[in-house]
Every structure is written in structure tokens, then in C-alpha cells.
């Protein structure tokens, strides 16, 4: 039984290690975001708001 709950310990921490890793490695290859310009930064109007497009969200099906 001890056994057992060592391995199974073990093996708890060696997935948690490969999660962490293949993280890490995903977000090295992000780019920078661009700068904001607070000068070009405007407020719209309802109507402006209400012409925008509506964006669906994805459905938990596909």
C-alpha cells in the first residue's frame, strides 16, 4: 500500500512537471503587443456602438 501511494505520488509530480514545462515553452514565442496612443483613444456613441458587428460566441460543440 505504501508503495502503491509512492508511485502514484511520483507519478502525480511527474505530470505536473510536464504541464508545467510544455507552458512554459508555449508562451516564449508571443509577440509584443503594439503601443497604445491615449492621443488616438476615443469614446463612441450609442449609435456608433450599436453599428458595431456582433461577435457570436463559439459554441461548446464544435
Keep these: 500500500m505504501k508503495r502503491s501511494m509512492i ?3 511520483l507519478f ?3 505530470i505536473f512537471a510536464y504541464f508545467q514545462l510544455a ?3 508555449a508562451t516564449t514565442g508571443h509577440k509584443a503587443l503594439p503601443e497604445i496612443h491615449p492621443e488616438k ?3 463612441l456613441s450609442d449609435a456608433q456602438v450599436q453599428a458595431l458587428p456582433t461577435v457570436s460566441a463559439p459554441s461548446a460543440t464544435e
Excluded: P
Design 12 to 14: 502525480n509530480m511527474i
Design 23 to 25: 507552458n512554459l515553452s
Design 41 to 43: 483613444v476615443q469614446l
Design 7 to 9: 508511485l502514484l505520488v
